[in-house]
C-alpha cells in the first residue's frame, strides 16, 4: 500500500520533480545539498532528481576498494573516476542508460521511519517493471531490486534530520558488459540486468521515467508533481538528453 498520512498534517502534497538530463555527479550533488537545506527547513516540501551521469563509480558505506576489478591505469584510461559518497550500499557503476533517482523527503512529515522509507522505495521500483511485464524483487540484503537472480537496481540513501538523500539506480539500457568490472560487494558477484534486457525489446526512457515517477508519487502519497527542467544552482544546462523539456509544469492527480 501507499504510505498514508492526515491531510492536515501535509495539506499540499506537491512533489517538486526536476527532470534533467545527464550531469556530473558533482553538479547533481550540489542540488541535492540544496534541496535538502530547504527542506530541512520547509517541511512541507519534498523533491525528486531524476538523471544520468557520464561514467564513474560511487562507493557506498558498505562498499571497498576491492570490489572494482580495474586498476587505477585501466580506470583511468576509461576516465572513471571513483567517489566515495555517504550513502548506504555498496559500490554502484553508474553509467548512460542508467536512470539515478535522488528522493529528499522530510520522513517525519511523511510518518515513516528509514525501513519503511527503503520498503517504499523498493516497492515503487517492482510498480515499475510490473508495468512491463517484469518481476522484480526487493533484496534487503544489498539493497537491490533483482528480476530473477540478476539485480537491476541499486539503492543507497542517506537521513540527516530525518531529510532523505540519494535513493536508487535503475538501469534501463546501459551496457551490461562493463558491470563485471565492478560489483556491489566482494560476496555478490552476480551479473547486472535491465530493464531492456528482461524486457526483450527496446525501450522509451521517456516512458519509463513517467511511469516510474507516477509511482513515487502514488506510492509516498503525493496528490501533485510539479515538474522542472532546471534549478538556479546549476546554471545553464546543456539541453537534455532525456528528450522533454519540462519547464514549470505542475500536473495533477484526478
Known amino acids: 500500500m501507499a504510505a498514508e498520512f492526515p491531510h492536515s498534517a ?3 502534497r506537491t512533489l517538486q520533480v526536476y527532470l534533467l538530463g545527464s550531469l556530473p555527479f558533482d553538479a547533481i550533488l550540489r542540488l541535492q545539498r ?18 544520468e551521469h ?9 562498499g ?38 535522488y528522493a529528499i523527503l522530510p520522513l517525519d ?3 515513516l ?11 515503487a521500483i517492482t510498480d515499475l517493471l510490473n508495468d512491463f511485464s517484469v518481476l522484480g524483487e526487493i533484496r534487503a540484503s544489498d539493497g537491490s531490486v533483482c528480476a530473477g537472480s540478476r539485480p537491476l537496481a541499486a539503492l543507497g540513501v542517506t537521513v540527516r534530520d530525518w531529510v532523505t538523500g540519494y535513493g536508487a539506480y535503475v538501469n534501463i539500457q546501459p551496457a551490461l558488459d562493463l558491470f563485471r568490472h565492478v560489483t556491489a560487494s566482494a560476496e555478490d558477484a552476480l551479473p547486472m540486468t535491465s530493464l531492456e ?15 516510474l515517477i507516477e509511482h513515487f508519487r502514488t506510492r509516498f502519497g503525493f496528490t501533485r508533481v510539479a515538474l522542472f527542467s532546471d534549478h538556479p544552482v546549476l546554471g545553464a544546462l546543456p539541453p537534455s538528453t532525456f528528450g522533454r523539456g519540462a519547464g514549470h509544469l505542475t500536473t495533477e492527480n484526478a
Open 10 to 12: 501535509y495539506d499540499d
Open 109 to 111: 512529515r511523511l510518518g
Open 64 to 101: 571497498s576498494r576491492s570490489h572494482i576489478r580495474l586498476e587505477a591505469e585501466e580506470l583511468r584510461l576509461r576516465g572513471w573516476p571513483i567517489r566515495w559518497v555517504n550513502r548506504g550500499g555498496g559500490c554502484v557503476l553508474h553509467l548512460p542508460g542508467q536512470i539515478a533517482l
Open 34 to 51: 540544496r534541496l535538502q537545506f530547504d527542506i530541512s527547513g520547509d517541511r512541507a516540501q519534498a523533491a525528486l532528481i531524476l538523471c
Open 54 to 62: 557520464p561514467p564513474l563509480i560511487t562507493v557506498g558505506r558498505h
Open 197 to 211: 534486457r528482461e524486457r526483450g525489446g527496446p525501450m522509451r526512457p521517456s516512458l519509463v521515467r513517467e511511469r
Open 113 to 123: 521511519e528509514i525501513a519503511g522509507y527503503l520498503h517504499t522505495l523498493g516497492t
